[in-house]
Structures are given as C-alpha cells and as structure tokens.
C-alpha cells in the first residue's frame, strides 16, 4: 500500500457522517485501488473522468435504503418477477473513466442473466435495471450523467420528502410515474410508507405498503 493510499484511507476513516471528500485529477487505478480498500468502509465512492467524491452516509440514509429494499422484494413477489438485489455494489468501466455506488441497485429484466453470478463485469454484463439514490445529505441528480454513460435504464432518486423516478431516454433521464420494470409501482406508494416509518416504525410501513399493493392502488 503506498502511502498516498494510506493518507486516503485515513481520510476516510476520521470521516463524520454526513460529510462529503473531494479530490481531483485522481488516477483511475488509484480509484480502483481505493474502492478495493474500501469494503469495510462505510462510504460512497464516485469517480467521474478524474473527479473523486467519497461521502460517508447518515444513519437515516441507511435505513430508508433498506426498507425501499424489502418493498421493492414484496412487489416483485406480488407480481411474480424475478429480482435480484446487488445492494451497494460499485458499477464501473474503465474505458468511460466513470463509477459509482448506488445505494440500492436491481436487476428485474435482465435478472435471469445475472442469477448464480459471483460478480458482475459492465465490459460483458448488462447494468442493473433499477438504481437507487438516498439524497441525504448529499444530492443525486449532478451523478445523473455517470449513470446514463453506464446506460443504467432507470434511476429512483429520494431525498427525505419525496421519491422520483426517472427512465433514460437516449443520453438523459425523464421523470416517470411508474417503474418501467416493476408495473404498477408508483413512487408515491414507497414515499408515503418511508414517511410513515418515520413515526410509526419500519414493520408499520412495510404492513402498510403491504396492504395497499394488495388493494391494487
């Protein structure tokens, strides 16, 4: 480990929750070998042609990441689809000198291709259908573009009030109002229980989601 890398991961370890590490004119292989160091870390990491930003989540922020995630199981079994989690997994190619970590990421269409894998190479494998951005505190749409370059198809995006979804179209993104993989979701339906887990708790929003969804609204 050479001793910049080790000044990096100092870095990060002093990093309080909530903030945001900047770095320019950072090497791609400096990048890889720091995403490498980095698992047992509880960061984002983003690279954008040279441009680093390494962001240590809130608590919250972890929480609604995972109650999306076990909504997002419950519609797919209601609707009977394959889905397959990739949680915060790192999507990177180094011919477009762009990567980034989502904080949830599916694969629902191309899930039966990525089903058994051990790990997934952009150079052969497609993207994940959906990823998912926790705007807290940090904001996702200026990361937009990495995610279009990857040709990552849809693109759901909260930030503590409400949730958005996007689908790309061509190079950019365009507000939806329903999942173009998972039909009949509406970013309203995980919004409202998000918001009630904020007084009512996680099991209350889940019973919730769950009987709404049944109800076919």
């Not at 240590?56 to 797919?76: D, G, N, Q, T, W």
């Not at 051990?118 to 994940?128: F, R």
């Not at 759901?156 to 409400?162: A, E, G, S, T």
Request: some cysteine; overall charge neutral.
């Amino acid at each position: 480990m050479s001793i910049r890398t080790r000044d990096y991961l100092d870095a990060i370890e002093h990093l309080p929750e909530g903030a945001t590490l900047v770095f320019q004119q950072f090497s791609w292989d400096d990048y890889e070998r720091l995403d490498n160091l980095t698992d047992r870390h509880n960061v984002r990491l983003t690279y954008d042609s040279g441009r680093l930003e390494i962001m240590s989540p809130l608590a919250k922020h972890e929480r609604y990441a995972r109650l999306i995630e076990k909504m997002v199981f419950v519609f797919a079994e209601k609707l009977d689809v394959e889905l397959e989690s990739y949680g915060e997994t790192t999507w990177k190619r180094r011919k477009l000198a762009r990567g980034i970590q989502a904080d949830c990421c599916y694969y629902v269409l191309n899930a039966d291709r990525v089903i058994g894998k051990a790990a997934i190479d952009l150079e052969s494998d497609p993207p994940p259908d959906i990823a998912v951005g926790i705007d807290i505190p940090n904001e996702s749409l200026s990361k937009f573009t990495i995610y279009a370059a990857l040709r990552v198809p849809e693109i759901w995006r909260y930030d503590d009030r409400k949730l958005h979804f996007y689908v790309l179209t061509g190079s950019s993104y365009r507000q939806t109002s329903e999942s173009r993989f998972l039909a009949g979701l509406k970013p309203e339906m995980l919004a409202d229980a998000l918001e009630l887990s904020k007084t009512a708790g996680q099991r209350s929003a889940l019973r919730s989601f769950r009987k709404r969804i049944s109800k076919g609204r």
